[in-house]
C-alpha cells in the first residue's frame, strides 16, 4: 500500500471520528470542549491520544485513541489491549479510555470488547485478562505489572470495533447537522449540511497541524456557531469559499427558488449510495437560467456529495481547465504535476472519481456539441451528472431532459421585487405594476435581471414602469432584426436600452471618456470566451491600436489607473448587470501592476446580442483585427515563459476570437499570430495533431490575407517540419498521424535555407537563428536513407551559412549551451556546470532556460553533487516559476539522469539512489514515457526497474 495514501487515509478517518464525538456531545452540559490530539505539547502521553473529551470543571472525562485500518484488515486482541496498555502509561487521568478502530475483530478482538465492557471489578478484570491472553507472555507481564491505580484506569477502558465505512459515518454526521440545523430553525436548503461537513473536518486538521496545541481545544461553543451559520452566508460561500467539497468557479446561487426546474433534478438523484453513475440535462436558450437551477441544486443537495466539480464546457480549452482543477483537488500530488494531455487527464479525473468513497456530481455548463463533451463524462463509479446546453437538436444522452423555459409569473415578480430592492410593505400596493414589468419583458430571467437594472440604476419608480414598457416597445419593433432565434424581442430590447443609457453618460469631446471605453470594452468582450475574461484585454483593445505599440514590448498591454480608471469603467457596466466580476486570472511573472489580474463573465446570450448589433457596423473587421492583435500579445507572453495556467485561460479565448475570425472571414497576420501561438503549447505539451492543424491554418489565413510577412511563413513551416522529423522518432505503434509528410517536412526546411540566405545582411539576427535552431534539428534527426542525402546537405548548408554570419547574442547563448553538453559527453562535468550556471545568471527564458537547466542537473549528477541536482529537479516538479510547457525537456532530463545514477551506483556510489528515486518518482511518469523514443522509453522503464530491485533488495 501507498504509505502516503495510507497515513492520509488514516488522520481522515480519524478525524471523521473526533468530528462525529464533538457533534454527539453538542448538547451535553458537561462537557467543555473537544482536544483534538488530545493533550498540549509537553504531557507525557501526548502521542497516546487522538482526542479527549473535557469537562466543563476541567477534568478529562474520556481519552480516546483512534486506529484505521484497509478495506477488511483486521486488528488481535492483544494488539488492541496493547495499545489501551500504552494509554494508560503517563500522567493523565481521564473518566474512560477508549480504543475506536474500523478493523474488523482479529484473534479474540471481540472476545476482548465483551471483557471490558462487563465492567468488571479491577481484581476480577486482571484474572479473565491473563486467563484470556494465557499464551501472549507480553501482554500477562505487562497486566502483572500493573498497580492498583493502573488496575482502576484498565477497568474504564474500552474497545470498540466499529463496521462502518467513511461514507456511512458521513451520512450520519450529515443527519446529525440536519437535526441540529433544524432544531435551530436554520433548515437545510441553501444550508447545506455536507458543505459544513467538509469545512468542520477541515478545521479539525487544522487544529491537528497547530504545533503549539493552542488550539487543540475545540469548545462547544466554537463547535455550535459554526453549525449555525446563516443560511444566506453559507449559500454565499459555495461559490467563492473552498470548504473542501467543490472544484471551479460555480455561479451565484439564485434567490429566487424555481421548482419547476429543481424538483426534477431531485427527483432524478434520489439518494443512494448504490446506483452507479446517473445523468439529467439542462436544455433551453441562454440566459434561461440553466446554469442558475444547477447552483441551485448544489446549494441544495451538496450534503449528498463527497466531491462536487463545475467544469466550463464554452471551449475545448476551457473544459481541459477544468478537468485539470478538479483534478488538482482530487489528486494531492496534482501541484507538483505537470499538464497531461486532454485523455491523460480525462483518464486520471476518471480514476480519482473511482476512488472516492461517497458519490460525487460533476456539472458540465455550457455544452455546444454533446458530442464533444461526452469523452469527459464518466460513466463508471458512484457519481452524478448535469449537463447544461441550450442546443435541443442533439442526442442528449441517457437520463432525465428538463427544458428550461421562462419564469413562472410569482417568480418573476419575486425576482423584480428583490432587483428593485423593495421589501414586503412595498411589494402588495405596485403588484399591478411588476406584474405587467415581467409579462413584458417575456419573464425571462436576463431580461428582468437587465429591466431592473434599468430602472434602479436610471432612478425611475415603478410608478414610471409603463414609460419604461413604451419605450421597451418602441425598442423591440426597432430591434427585431437582431434578435437571435428563440429569443422574446424584449430581451434585445432591454439589452438594447441598458447598452443606450451608458452610452447617453458619454460626454463628447473627452478624451477617453469613462462611459465611451466601458461601451468599447463590452463590444471587444462580444468576441471571446464568456468567462474569465482578462480586464486589461478589453480595456487594450478599446483605446490602443497595436500597431502604435512599441514593437520591442511583446507583452499584454496594462492601462495605468490615471490613464483610464478600469475600475470606473467596468462599474458602468456592472451597474445595468451587463458583466459580473470572476476569479482573478492565475499570476504571471511578467511585467503587473496592481488590478493586472481582475477578470470578468459576460451572459452567452449578451455577446450574441452584441456581436449581432455590430455584424453591420463598418469598423466591424478593423476592430476584431485589434483585439487579435491584444490576444496575441496576452497568449505569446506566457507561452514563452511556459506559464501553464495562464496559457490555460488564454486558450480559450484565443480559439473562441478564431472561431469568429473563421465565421466571419476576417483572416489577418494578426489571426496567423494567434494560430502559431495557440498551436506551440499543443505540440510542447505532446499533441502534436492539434498543433498542426493550427499551423496548417496559420498559413491558410496568411494566404487569404495576402500576407507577404515571409518571417511568419517561414517560421511556421520550420515548426511543420521539426513535428514531422521528430515524431519519426517515436515507434510506429506509438506515432501520431500527421497530415504533412517527410518529403513536405524535407521541402519546408529547403525553404527555410532559402529564406534564411536571402536574410543573412538584412536581417542576420533572424538568419542565424534558422540556421542554428536547423542544424541542431538535422544533428539528432534519424529518417528513412532515401531521405537522408537530402537532410545531410541541407545541414552542411545550414552549417556553412551559420559560419558567415557575425556571432549573435543567440549564438553566444547556445553555442554555451552545446559547449555544455560537449563537457558532458566527454565527462568534463565541473565545466558543463560553469556553463550552465552562466547562462542562467544571464536570465534566458523559454526553450533555451529549460534546456540549460536539464544540463545542470546531469553536470551535478556527474560530480555526484546529489542534493544541489535533487534542489533542482525539486524545482522544475514543485515550483510555480519552473517552465511547464517543455515536455520534451524533461523526457530527455528523466532518461540522462536515470542512466547517469544507475552508472553510478554500479561503481558503488549509494548517493545516487536519493536521485534517482525523484526521478523516477516524478509525478505521473508513464505520461512522459510515451512522448519519448523507444531509446528513451527503455532507459526510463530500465532504471525504473533497478530502483525497485533495489528498494526490494533493501526491505523497503
Request: hydrophobic share 45%; aromatic share 6%; glycine share 8%.
Amino acid at each position: 500500500m501507498d504509505g502516503g495514501r495510507g497515513a492520509a487515509r488514516g488522520f481522515h478517518y480519524q478525524y471523521l471520528r473526533t468530528l462525529e464525538r464533538l457533534v454527539a456531545v453538542i448538547d451535553d452540559p458537561e462537557v467543555a470542549c473537544v482536544r483534538v490530539e488530545g493533550p498540549p505539547p509537553g504531557d507525557t502521553v501526548v502521542d497516546k491520544v487522538d482526542f479527549d473529551v473535557v469537562g466543563a470543571d476541567g477534568t478529562v472525562r474520556e481519552a480516546v485513541q483512534v486506529k484505521s485500518r484497509v478495506a477488511g484488515g483486521s486488528m488481535s486482541g492483544a494488539l488492541a489491549l496493547g495499545v489501551l496498555l500504552d494509554m494508560l502509561n503517563g500522567s493523565q487521568e481521564a473518566g474512560r479510555y477508549c480504543l475506536l478502530t474500523n478493523a474488523r475483530p482479529g484473534a479474540r478482538g471481540d472476545r476482548l470488547e465483551e471483557v471490558l465492557s462487563a465492567r468488571f471489578e479491577p481484581h476480577m478484570l486482571l484474572d479473565t485478562l491473563l486467563e484470556l491472553f494465557h499464551d501472549a507472555p507480553q501482554r500477562r507481564d505487562q497486566l502483572t505489572r500493573l498497580s492498583a491505580d493502573g488496575l482502576a484506569r484498565l477497568a474504564r477502558c474500552r474497545l470498540e470495533f466499529d463496521a462502518r465505512d467513511d461514507s456511512e459515518i458521513l451520512e450520519e454526521l450529515r443527519n446529525c447537522l440536519r437535526g441540529i440545523r433544524n432544531r435551530a430553525h436554520q433548515g437545510l436548503g441553501d444550508a447545506s449540511a455536507g458543505l459544513l461537513t467538509g469545512y468542520l473536518i477541515s478545521e479539525i486538521h487544522g487544529r491537528a497541524a497547530d504545533m503549539t496545541g493552542e488550539s487543540a481545544a475545540f469548545s462547544l461553543a466554537e463547535l455550535r456557531s459554526l453549525i449555525l451559520v446563516d443560511a444566506q452566508t453559507l449559500a454565499q460561500s459555495i461559490g467563492t469559499r473552498d470548504w473542501g467539497t467543490i472544484a471551479g468557479k460555480i455561479p451565484a446561487i439564485p434567490d429566487v427558488r424555481r421548482p419547476r426546474l429543481i424538483e426534477p433534478l431531485l427527483a432524478a438523484f434520489p439518494a443512494t449510495h448504490k446506483q452507479p453513475t446517473r445523468r439529467a440535462t439542462l436544455v433551453g436558450p441562454s440566459g434561461i437560467g440553466k446554469s442558475s437551477a444547477a447552483a441551485l441544486y448544489i446549494a441544495e443537495r451538496a450534503d449528498a456529495y463527497d466531491f462536487i466539480g463545475w467544469i466550463d464546457c464554452e471551449t475545448t480549452a476551457s473544459t481541459h481547465g477544468s478537468f485539470l482543477r478538479v483534478l488538482d483537488a482530487l489528486d494531492p500530488n496534482a501541484a507538483a504535476r505537470p499538464e497531461a494531455r486532454p485523455e491523460q487527464t480525462q483518464q486520471a479525473v476518471q480514476r480519482a472519481l473511482g476512488r472516492l468513497p461517497g458519490r460525487w456530481l460533476l456539472v458540465f455548463d455550457n455544452v455546444a456539441v454533446m458530442r464533444q463533451a461526452e469523452p469527459w463524462v464518466p460513466t463508471a463509479s458512484r457519481g452524478d451528472v448535469i449537463v447544461t446546453t441550450l442546443n435541443a437538436a442533439t442526442n442528449l444522452g441517457p437520463g432525465e431532459v428538463v427544458h428550461v423555459s421562462a419564469m413562472e409569473r410569482p417568480e418573476s415578480v419575486q425576482l423584480l421585487t428583490r432587483r428593485l430592492h423593495l421589501d414586503d410593505a412595498d411589494e402588495a400596493p405596485w403588484q399591478g405594476a411588476l406584474d405587467r414589468l415581467a409579462r413584458e419583458l417575456g419573464d425571462w430571467p436576463l431580461a428582468l435581471e437587465l429591466g431592473a437594472g434599468y430602472l434602479y440604476t436610471c432612478g425611475l419608480g415603478l410608478d414610471q414602469v409603463d414609460h419604461y414598457l413604451k419605450a421597451l416597445k418602441l425598442r423591440s419593433y426597432a430591434d427585431e432584426e437582431m434578435v437571435p432565434l428563440g429569443y422574446p424581442r424584449s430581451l434585445a430590447a432591454a439589452h438594447t436600452m441598458c447598452i443606450e443609457q451608458i452610452e447617453a453618460r458619454i460626454r463628447p469631446g473627452t478624451v477617453l471618456d469613462v462611459a465611451a471605453v466601458a461601451v468599447q470594452m463590452f463590444y471587444a468582450a462580444a468576441y471571446l470566451a464568456s468567462q474569465q475574461i482578462p480586464a486589461h484585454l478589453l480595456l487594450a483593445a478599446a483605446i490602443s491600436r497595436v500597431e502604435d505599440l512599441d514593437a520591442k514590448h511583446r507583452g499584454p498591454v496594462l492601462i495605468p489607473p490615471e490613464t483610464v480608471n478600469i475600475g470606473e469603467a467596468l462599474r458602468e457596466l456592472a451597474r445595468f448587470s451587463l458583466i459580473k466580476n470572476d476569479l482573478p486570472l492565475p499570476p504571471s511573472y511578467g511585467e503587473t501592476m496592481p488590478g493586472a489580474d481582475r477578470s470578468l463573465s459576460v451572459n452567452t446570450v449578451s455577446q450574441e446580442l452584441m456581436r449581432e448589433r455590430l455584424s453591420r457596423h463598418p469598423a466591424q473587421a478593423t476592430a476584431v483585427d485589434q483585439l487579435a492583435g491584444h490576444m496575441e500579445r496576452w497568449l505569446t507572453g506566457p507561452v514563452q515563459l511556459g506559464e501553464l495556467e495562464r496559457v490555460r485561460v488564454m486558450q480559450s479565448h484565443a480559439e473562441m476570437l478564431l472561431e469568429h475570425i473563421d465565421r466571419l472571414d476576417l483572416p489577418s497576420e494578426r489571426a496567423a499570430l494567434i494560430c502559431g501561438n495557440l498551436a506551440a503549447p499543443y505540440y510542447l505539451q505532446g499533441d502534436v495533431v492539434r498543433a498542426e492543424e493550427l499551423y496548417l491554418r496559420e498559413l491558410d489565413f496568411l494566404a487569404r490575407a495576402g500576407s507577404d510577412n515571409d518571417a511568419l511563413v517561414v517560421q511556421t513551416r520550420f515548426a511543420l517540419a521539426v513535428m514531422r522529423i521528430q515524431v519519426y522518432e517515436l515507434g510506429n505503434d506509438r506515432r501520431p498521424t500527421l497530415k504533412t509528410t517527410l518529403e513536405e517536412a524535407v521541402a519546408h526546411l529547403e525553404f527555410v535555407l532559402y529564406q534564411a540566405q536571402s536574410w543573412v545582411f538584412e536581417y542576420p539576427k533572424a538568419a542565424m537563428k534558422l540556421a542554428i535552431d536547423s542544424r541542431l534539428l538535422l544533428q539528432g534527426s534519424s529518417v528513412p536513407e532515401a531521405l537522408s542525402p537530402r537532410l545531410a546537405l541541407l545541414a552542411e548548408a545550414f552549417t556553412d551559412l551559420e559560419s558567415r554570419i557575425e556571432p549573435t547574442p543567440y549564438a553566444a547563448q547556445y553555442g554555451a549551451l552545446e559547449q555544455a553538453e560537449d563537457c558532458l559527453r566527454n565527462n568534463r562535468h565541473a565545466e558543463a556546470e560553469s556553463y550552465c550556471r552562466g547562462l542562467l545568471d544571464q536570465g534566458v527564458s523559454g526553450p533555451l532556460e529549460v534546456e540549460t537547466r536539464r544540463r545542470l542537473v546531469e553536470a551535478l549528477a556527474g560530480q555526484a553533487k546529489w542534493d544541489e541536482a535533487i534542489s533542482e529537479v525539486t524545482y522544475w516538479q514543485d515550483d510555480a516559476m519552473a517552465p511547464r510547457l517543455f515536455r520534451h525537456a524533461i523526457v530527455d532530463l528523466i532518461r540522462n539522469v536515470c542512466v547517469s545514477c544507475a552508472e553510478a551506483f554500479a561503481e558503488g556510489d549509494a548517493g545516487s539512489l536519493r536521485l534517482l528515486d525523484h526521478v523516477v518518482d516524478w509525478p505521473h511518469l508513464d505520461e512522459f514515457i510515451v512522448m519519448g523514443s523507444d531509446a528513451d522509453n527503455r532507459a526510463i522503464t530500465s532504471a525504473r526497474a533497478l530502483r525497485d530491485l533495489i528498494r526490494k533488495a533493501l526491505g523497503g
